[in-house]
């Protein structure tokens, strides 16, 4: 057997009577619609449940499979111990999972175990399976923790997850446990962003229509202004989902406290070639490269130039003939920074000139970019399709003596105390206030948070 079917839900704790008292009335919608997909879930009689959580353990390159024939937890850090569970585990489809995950260059496994006991994340749908009779005798269970990769890793992960319950016989059952967005309201505990209600609007269409190719390629910069959680137990789920005919049922969604929440219930019946969205997905980015490549400037095109031929080649590019004089007759200041899915991948740049022309200023920034970043590991010749580029020159620095004269979005920032020297560039994602970018600067320069600085600021001139 393989997937009987599959769900995506939120896990907010105020939803239990005895950590809401009375509160979780509020969201009776999602209560309702959770008891529903519960009653299902149990009539569907599963062997095996799957619960992916964000708040399991998380980390960057790797998906953790919780390890051991059994777990318990309690919901004691929302002051309501008496809701206690324990679960077993599929120690077999653990095993599995991990070593055809492995073969298939998936690294997932069991090792790294931190926190044993079960997260909000997983005790939430555990609670309302409970209460609908589920056997957690008989049921066995798989806990598996998101990673800091791709959408098309995660995807692939759930791929490898459906096979290894078709080739154990699993009846398996799929729970993608994951709230929305955290900004929908001023008055919620993390405050609005006009990219929160957006993105659960996206986020509920495409999991509604079972459009995984859409939820796949989201656009980062609105998931992650949005603060959501649950995006990538999402993409496990569509790859658990991959080649199968399924129909979609959106049964409720409600952003009461400010975080969006979301039940969509999956019918799985048969199977459907033309639903491949890993194939469909490198077609997507074949051409989406394509489309970035076609619109960079001189000054991107010449940063991607230096990286690939370095990463390639592991040798310095030369400087290409036929450059605009804007690159070749100027000296200026110039960072290279590199994105890939969303997240920061390398940046590295220079106050002020240090090379002959602006040209070379960047030739030599987009190596060290790649290469240099104390962050990160050097970029290898498989990623070189999936960087973005952008390149900032700067403009002369100008010494200010308020942060009144400074504005997140015009103007970078230089902070200085003694030989201590750190730089923030202008309008970058996730910074909202002086006050932000001038902490963030003060970190990147050593310089504790009370301590005095000198200021300057600076213009600059993006190309991406």
């Not at 709230?179 to 993390?190: E, I, M, T, V």
Request: proline fraction near 4%.
């Amino acid at each position: 057997m393989s997937i009987l079917g599959a769900v995506a839900v939120p896990h907010p704790p105020i939803i239990l009577p005895e950590v809401g008292h009375g509160e979780e009335q509020k969201i009776s919608a999602t209560i309702a619609a959770y008891k529903e997909i519960s009653r299902r879930i149990v009539e569907l009689n599963p062997e095996t449940i799957i619960i992916t959580s964000p708040h399991s353990i998380m980390y960057a390159d790797y998906f953790h499979i919780s390890p051991g024939d059994a777990a318990s937890g309690n919901m004691g850090q929302f002051r309501a111990p008496q809701v206690a569970l324990a679960i077993n585990y599929d120690v077999d489809f653990a095993r599995k999972l991990s070593t055809d995950s492995m073969a298939a260059g998936v690294p997932a496994g069991s090792i790294g175990e931190r926190n044993p006991t079960l997260d909000h994340g997983t005790m939430i749908p555990l609670r309302f399976l409970q209460e609908a009779g589920l056997d957690f005798s008989r049921v066995k269970f798989l806990r598996i923790g998101l990673s800091g990769m791709s959408a098309a890793i995660h995807y692939k992960f759930g791929r490898i997850i459906s096979q290894a319950s078709e080739e154990l016989g699993r009846k398996t059952f799929f729970i993608a446990s994951g709230d929305l967005s955290h900004k929908l309201k001023s008055d919620g505990p993390y405050g609005f962003v006009e990219e929160g209600p957006q993105f659960d609007s996206q986020v509920m269409e495409n999991l509604g229509n079972a459009d995984f190719l859409k939820l796949l390629t989201m656009d980062n910069k609105v998931c992650n202004r949005a603060a959501e959680c649950g995006l990538r137990s999402f993409w496990i789920m569509a790859g658990a989902l991959d080649k199968k005919a399924v129909r979609a049922e959106k049964l409720s969604y409600e952003g009461t406290f400010g975080v969006g929440y979301g039940i969509v219930y999956f019918n799985v019946g048969g199977e459907d070639s033309s639903r491949n969205f890993a194939y469909q997905l490198v077609h997507f980015k074949k051409h989406e490269l394509e489309q970035r490549k076609a619109k960079e400037d001189d000054f991107v095109k010449l940063a991607r130039y230096s990286l690939e031929t370095f990463v390639k080649t592991h040798k310095p590019a030369k400087l290409p003939d036929n450059l605009p004089a804007e690159l070749t007759n100027r000296r200026a200041g110039a960072f290279v920074s590199l994105h890939k899915d969303g997240n920061l991948r390398g940046c590295i740049g220079t106050i002020m000139a240090t090379q002959d022309t602006l040209a070379e200023e960047i030739l030599q920034n987009a190596i060290s970019a790649c290469s240099k970043d104390p962050r990160f590991d050097p970029v290898t010749l498989d990623e070189l399709d999936s960087i973005e580029y952008s390149v900032d020159v700067l403009g002369e620095a100008e010494r200010i003596f308020d942060i009144k004269d400074l504005d997140v979005k015009r103007y970078g920032v230089i902070v200085e105390n003694g030989n201590r020297r750190g730089l923030l560039l202008p309008d970058l994602e996730g910074v909202d206030t002086v006050e932000e970018q001038i902490a963030i600067a003060k970190r990147k320069a050593g310089i504790r948070p009370e301590e005095k600085v000198m200021l300057w600021r600076f213009e600059v001139i993006r190309h991406h």
